[in-house]
């Protein structure tokens, strides 16, 4: 089974952006759908948003609706997740998800402990 493999995360500005990246190094989840979640030490790991096996239907956090662009490139095999308008709330460690397109209300409802397949996550650091 492949693995997933995050990148991009780094020290912002808040008001900057950032593009993260989740390579899936064998192309092994093509037909999942795809997601991103982020955890503090103080929280639990949250949704942030999701996409649909083909790329043609997206989920949001109402946290990050109309700043977080998720998109997918299965010919790449990887999925971005563009961060524009960061804030300091959303320092985190980002981490890259699949699950099989029928699973994809557990990744959208935030149930992260029913999601089996994560990559190993990337610091992102929004500072004030």
């Known amino acids: 089974q492949g693995q997933l493999v995050e990148s991009g995360g780094r020290l912002v500005q808040a008001g900057g952006s950032l593009r993260l990246s989740c390579a899936d190094s064998e192309g092994t989840f093509t037909t999942y759908a795809m997601g991103w979640f982020r955890q503090t030490p103080e929280k639990e790991r949250d949704f942030v948003a999701a996409i649909s096996w083909s790329g043609g239907s997206t989920w949001y956090a109402d946290s990050v609706k109309g700043r977080f662009a998720l998109s997918r490139d299965n010919a790449k095999n990887k999925v971005y997740l563009q961060m524009n308008d960061l804030k300091p709330g959303d320092t985190a460690v980002y981490y890259c998800?699949?699950?099989?397109?029928?699973?994809?209300?557990?990744?959208?409802?935030?149930?992260?402990?029913?999601?089996?397949?994560w990559g190993k996550g990337t610091l992102v650091t929004v500072s004030s």
């Open positions: 998800a699949a699950a099989p397109q029928s699973r994809l209300a557990t990744m959208i409802a935030s149930r992260w402990r029913d999601i089996d397949v």
